[in-house]
Each structure stands twice: as C-alpha cells, then as structure tokens.
C-alpha cells in the first residue's frame, strides 16, 4: 500500500508542476504576444490560418468551426462587457480630453494608439485561440476513436505481458506519461503561437498522443 501510495503522490506532484510549468509559461507567451507582435501580423496569421482551414475541412466545416469560436468570443468577452471595459479603461474618451484641460494636448501622443493596438492583438489572440480549440472539437469523433484504440491496445498488451509473467516498464511508463503532459503543456501554448498552424496538425499530434497512450496502459504498475 505504502508504494501504491508512493506512486499516486509521484503522479500527483509531476501533473501539479506540469500545470504550473504551463500557467507560467502561457502568462510569458501572453506578455510576449501583447508586447511585440504587429497587429498587421496578427491579421495576417487569422486570414492565413482561415484559408487553411477552408481548404483542410471544407467550407461547410471550416464555417461551423468560425461560428462556434464567434458564439465562444461573444458568449465569454463580449457580452460579459470585458473588451469594451478593456478599451474603456486604457484609452481616453472625448469626456477625459475635454475635462483633462491643459493636459489634453497629452491625448494625441503615439502612446494610445500603440496601446489600442495592444489591446486589438490581445483581443485577437484570444479569439484565435478559441477558433482552434473549435478546430480540435471538429475532430473530435477521430482523437476519440484513436485514443479508445491505444487504450485496448495497451491493455492488450499489458495483458499478454502478464500471461507470460513478464514485467512492465517503469521507465516506459513514466516516460509515456510525461511525454502526455509535455503534449498538453505545448497545446496550450500552441493556442497562442502567433503563426498559423495548419489543419491537419491535429491527427498528427493525436497519432503521437494515442502511442503514447498505449506505452501507459501497457506498462501501468500493479497497485497493491
């Protein structure tokens, strides 16, 4: 009971500092984002990766995935107020200049329009990124039947493995399963990644996360 338990607060410990690895790293990519890339740029990646889209999944597809990352952006930004409090917040009305007096010659500095950029790019990148997580639940019927097959046949596996009184692998498994976390902390700062990504990455990365799937299940330890 005691390595059972060992090994359940090992798997515990590594999924909280791959999380926390993650968090940070998305805040940097985020800062990083706002910071240096051009709005043009940012319009260039969404038009780019549109395109793609249209052409990988076809028009039909490609446009319930833009209608889900509209309702999406709208649903958690736009109604709830937040990219016009954003706007509202950072950027001087006509009511600030007026009452600003002698300061008000301060309201034609570059300053703001930089800043309206920033908040455009932000904007965008986050509404980019809720267009490719629609992007990964169009093909979500392929990545379920894939990782449904690894799983039966890691067991498979697994199973064979113990009929022939062989051991599991502790080194493969812990391997498998760190590789599984790197592969969610690498998509979550893919949703950001200011280029465009293209459609078919998806199964791709589903063929590699469905093998390393199957490496667990076949060498999961016995707990006592």
Same mark, same amino acid.
Request: charged letters at 15%; hydrophobic letters at 60%.
């Given at each position: ?13 590594? %999924? ?59 649903? #958690?930004?736009?109604?709830? %107020?937040?990219?016009?409090? $954003? ?45 490719? #997580? ?16 690894? $799983? ?13 009184? $062989? ?19 690498? #998509?979550? #700062? ?35």
């Amino acid at each position: 009971m005691a390595d059972a338990g060992a090994y359940g607060e090992a798997r515990t410990g590594i %999924g909280l500092w791959a999380l926390l690895v993650g968090a940070i790293l998305l805040v940097m990519e985020l800062i990083l984002f706002a910071a240096l890339v051009p709005a043009g740029w940012s319009e260039q990646v969404r038009a780019t990766e549109l395109a793609w889209l249209h052409e990988g999944l076809g028009p039909r597809t490609a446009d319930a995935v833009v209608g889900r990352a509209e309702q999406w952006f709208e649903a #958690l930004f736009v109604a709830p %107020g937040l990219v016009e409090t $954003s706007y509202r917040i950072t950027l001087p009305s006509d009511a600030d200049v007026r009452g600003a007096g002698a300061l008000s010659p301060l309201a034609t500095l570059p300053l703001w329009s930089w800043v309206a950029d920033r908040l455009a790019v932000i904007w965008a990148a986050l509404y980019q990124a809720l267009q490719r #997580l629609a992007m990964l639940a169009a093909w979500w019927p392929f990545l379920l039947l894939l990782l449904a097959a690894a $799983s039966g046949d890691g067991w498979v596996r697994r199973r064979i493995r113990q009929s022939r009184f $062989s051991y599991s692998s502790p080194l493969a498994h812990a391997y498998a399963v760190r590789g599984i976390l790197i592969i969610e902390v690498l #998509l979550g #700062l893919v949703l950001f990644l200011p280029v465009p990504l293209p459609v078919f990455g998806v199964p791709l990365v589903g063929v590699l996360l469905a093998v390393l799937v199957s490496v667990t299940v076949a060498n999961a330890q016995k707990r006592l």
